[in-house]
């Protein structure tokens, strides 16, 4: 008698609650925190009102996009989205005949890649607002993007690596930024790369690289690259302080696993923290201990004169084997399979993230350095001296949470890690090591950033969570959906939700800046009279046609609203077509584009002041129209063309013209 | 005269000179599209500021393109200005109350002509339209204001002196202050 009772009290119990669902009361679920947790006042901390501008500029990696977005703060506006690593068809990079050499590489043009950390430029470890660094995480490349132009300035090869994942975080002045390799890979010229797989332990290498941008061009080219046992690369930072001229690089995988590694290289209780003496490597490298080994790569340089990339190929990059320079490399154990590597704005402490650990471990430079001193060793790991762990630790963070993974900091001695696992972001005194609060993450937090929060000087105010996953934040589109971040407020000691924002790609890391030190520097047109393109016409006098065999070369120029000429006659099926295309205008956010029918690539769009080139192949006989895709003045539409194409064995001259209405008359 | 009236006399004189390296006019104007707004200045020998911009939006209503060679004016005003200076250097070496008489009306005669002249140009600006042009407003003209303000479609448009203008109305006021002080303190020379 007992089981239908049972079973009549669940069923009554499920209707109940289906009843109270109905009426949309709390009850029979567990009461949702999750859902409303914004206070009243959270809309007046975000409003931005018309006419006015954002405080800061936010730059978050575009992920698998492979490029940089600008977002506002606080608003979460998005301002802009910069082509680096991927083509973009909408302004022509890697399309038009000046920019394809931007995304060459040894493998050849890849117009593509996977970014993950921007790092901004700095100046006694403060960021100035002149670049911006983001890392090419799949064919290794740091790109530098001028912040005068918010558009790619160069992008650098690594050599020797694969899998470009702890970069491109900077020294102080910016003297260099690193690249670690994700992957370790059998090094040295293509024959020597053909090993079994399962002699990783002997044939394969980790390496780190350091990157020295010219500091008047932002030219790239490596100072020279460390080799480092096999292991994987994870996140770095720079010391500062204190601890300048050492660099930090968080390391997994000290297994040595190459299968499996989700269960293989999870076996060990503490994995690396790397300790790179970068001062010493610099004088090794001055001194000419180094080794020039074979390592192809490109280096690309963005030619704001003549509007086109300029591409140094190099041979060979300068190697330091650490075996043969003592004091260059020290490990320090991290618990567990350590992810971030953050380095506190005193640059006394750093914070490594084990994101399988169950707590945070401070590392004091300054006990780092007495070990070192006293030689108090562990033992060595593939011949690189392992610091015993109690001897460099300042101390762990209990009970944090779960995954921790980064750790950004505010001005007043706090930290804000963020948990994976339990969805949360964390505050916590670096120097007591006490946790003061936590707030929850809507959903799988990954990096997380403050304004100026890895540099010696954060702005604070804000701490922005950058999340995986949206679930109901947002109108469902399909399987996938938006990737999101989130802004609190951290003025007060409660951190405070204020802000839900969508982001593209998937945002791993961010920088964020007061927008005083960008917008003063910012670019309003190119000087028409500084055009150094070889192709460039400076006038409407300056236009002109022009057949080289199968090739026609057309000097064109755009001003509001008329090409120059707006119609050409005399090109043959079988030639190739290249519009040489010059924005006479000077004036700022005047650009103008470029479009013609059944072209196979992209259009343009032309900045004021500037040349590009875009190679037409056509495919047919007859008359194509050309126009301008950027809305430009009232009589944008007026602003077109046309071309002639005649069968290949016709004599119809090659001419140029446009014509006026009076002439027909 | 009084020495103290010839020297003040000879230094308005060679403030005229300034003129030759200061704009002397400016046109300032402003429209929602134009935040950052734009401004013509004029110089003795030459069109400042956003000439260019300003060419490129009076196209669209059928003003003529502004460049420095349809000016003679540009040739002349600078040789002008020199010539008036000098006669002031004249006068204040003569010392003669009527050179200082007929210094004041050459300056008000060469100030009238210079508004005069201004007036000219912008009514042929503003009035003289290529009938080809693309908007055409019935009963429109573009005329730029003399002095002050005026509203031209959506543009505010403002028309006062620059440093020249002020330097050029100093000038004159110390000029007629020294002649009030001559009648003033020494009535019967």
Redesign the interface.
């Known amino acids: 008698m007992k089981r239908p009772l049972l079973l009549t009290g669940t069923a009554s119990g499920v209707i109940a609650c289906a009843f109270v669902l109905l009426n949309s009361l709390p009850g029979c679920r567990p009461s949702g925190t999750t859902k409303s947790v914004v206070t009243g006042d959270a809309a007046s901390k975000v409003y931005v009102k018309p006419g006015t501008h954002d405080e800061f500029y936010n730059l978050v990696s575009g992920g698998f996009s492979g490029q940089l977005a600008v977002y506002g703060l606080p608003s979460g506006r998005l301002l802009r989205e910069v082509p680096v690593f991927s083509v973009d068809p909408e302004s022509g990079y890697g399309y038009s005949e000046e920019s394809k050499g931007m995304l060459t590489t040894s493998h050849g043009f890849i117009p593509w890649d996977d970014s993950h950390h921007p790092e901004l430029s700095q100046t006694d470890g403060i960021p100035d607002g002149k670049w911006c660094f983001i890392n090419g995480n799949n064919t290794p490349r740091i790109a530098l993007v001028d912040l005068g132009t918010f558009r790619t300035g160069s992008i650098i090869e690594i050599p020797n690596s694969a899998g470009n994942h702890s970069s491109p975080f900077t020294t102080g002045n910016s003297e260099y930024v690193v690249a670690g390799t994700r992957f370790s890979v059998p090094m040295g010229d293509d024959a020597s790369r053909d090993v079994p797989i399962k002699t990783y332990k002997e044939n394969f290498k980790g390496n780190v690289s350091f990157i020295h941008p010219e500091p008047e061009t932002g030219k790239m080219s490596i100072a020279f690259q460390i080799v480092t046992p096999g292991v994987n690369f994870d996140l770095s930072h720079a010391g500062k302080g204190p601890s300048e001229g050492w660099f930090f690089f968080s390391c997994y995988n000290t297994e040595q696993a190459y299968s499996l590694l989700e269960v293989n290289a999870s076996q060990r209780d503490k994995d690396f923290i790397m300790a790179v003496n970068w001062k010493l490597a610099e004088q090794l490298a001055k001194d000419g201990k180094g080794k020039r080994v074979p390592g192809k790569h490109h280096s690309n340089w963005w030619n704001e004169r003549t509007h086109s990339s300029e591409t140094t190929v190099y041979e060979d990059v300068l190697q330091l084997d650490p075996k043969d320079h003592p004091g260059l490399l020290y490990f320090m154990p991290c618990p567990k399979s350590p992810h971030g590597c953050d380095v506190d704005p005193t640059g006394k402490y750093i914070v490594g993230s084990g994101k399988l650990a169950a707590l945070i471990p401070v590392f004091s430079f300054e006990k780092m350095q007495k070990a070192i001193a006293a030689n108090d060793v562990e033992g060595d790991f593939a011949g690189i001296p392992v610091l015993k762990y109690e001897s460099v630790l300042h101390g762990e963070v209990k009970k944090p949470g779960l995954g921790p993974l980064h750790t950004e900091f505010d001005a007043n001695g706090n930290a804000y890690t963020s948990f994976f696992v339990s969805s949360e972001i964390v505050k916590w005194n670096v120097e007591k090591l006490e946790v003061v609060d936590r707030v929850p993450t809507y959903y799988s937090i990954g990096h997380l950033c403050v304004p100026g929060g890895d540099s010696k000087k954060p702005w604070g105010k804000y701490v922005i969570a950058y999340n995986k996953i949206t679930k109901d934040r947002y109108l469902p589109t399909g399987p996938e959906l938006t990737q999101s971040a989130q802004l609190y407020s951290i003025d007060g000691d409660k951190m405070e939700l204020l802000l839900d924002f969508p982001t593209t790609g998937e945002p791993h890391y961010a920088q964020a800046i007061p927008a005083e030190l960008v917008k003063p520097r910012e670019v309003k047109f190119f000087k028409i009279e500084e055009n150094e393109h070889p192709f460039a016409a400076k006038g409407e006098k300056e236009t002109k046609i022009e057949r080289r065999g199968k090739e026609v070369h057309v000097w064109m120029t755009t001003i509001r609203s008329h090409f120059a000429p707006d119609n050409i006659e005399g090109v043959k099926l079988g030639d190739e077509v290249y519009f040489h295309i010059t924005n006479l205008e000077q004036d700022w956010d005047v650009p103008h584009g470029f479009a013609i029918k059944g072209a196979a690539n992209a259009e343009l769009l032309l900045m004021p002041g500037e040349t590009q080139t875009l190679k037409w192949v056509p495919t047919r006989v007859g008359v194509t129209p050309m126009y301008c895709t950027d809305f430009c003045s009232a009589l944008h539409q007026e602003m077109q063309g046309y071309v002639r194409v005649s069968p290949a064995n016709s004599n119809v001259p090659l001419t140029a013209l446009t014509v006026s209405v009076d002439a027909e008359m | 005269m009084k020495p103290i009236s010839r020297v003040m006399i000879a230094l308005a004189a060679l403030a005229l000179l300034v003129l030759l390296f200061v704009p002397i006019w400016r046109i300032d104007l402003q429209a929602p599209q134009y935040p950052?707004g734009l401004y013509l200045q004029i110089f003795a020998d030459r069109f400042a500021g956003d000439v260019?911009?300003i060419n490129?939006l009076n196209h669209?209503i059928g003003m003529g393109h502004i460049h420095d060679d349809m000016f003679p004016e540009f040739a002349v005003l600078p040789k002008l200005l020199m010539a008036l200076a000098a006669l002031g250097v004249l006068a204040a070496l003569w010392g003669k109350r009527w050179a200082l008489f007929m210094g004041l009306v050459t300056l008000s005669l060469f100030g009238l002509w210079a508004l005069w002249d201004m007036y000219r140009w912008g009514y042929e600006y503003g009035h003289n339209l290529d009938p080809?042009a693309?908007?055409k407003v019935e009963d429109m003209t573009y005329q730029p204001p003399l002095i002050g303000h005026k509203q031209l479609l959506n543009f505010d448009a403002w028309s006062t002196p620059d440093i020249g203008g002020w330097v050029l109305f100093g000038v004159m006021a110390l000029l007629i202050g020294v002649y009030i002080m001559e009648i003033r303190f020494n009535p019967h020379k």
Do not use: P, W
Request: aromatic share 12%; charged share 50%; no cysteine.
């Open positions: 950052e260019e911009k490129g669209y080809r693309a908007i």
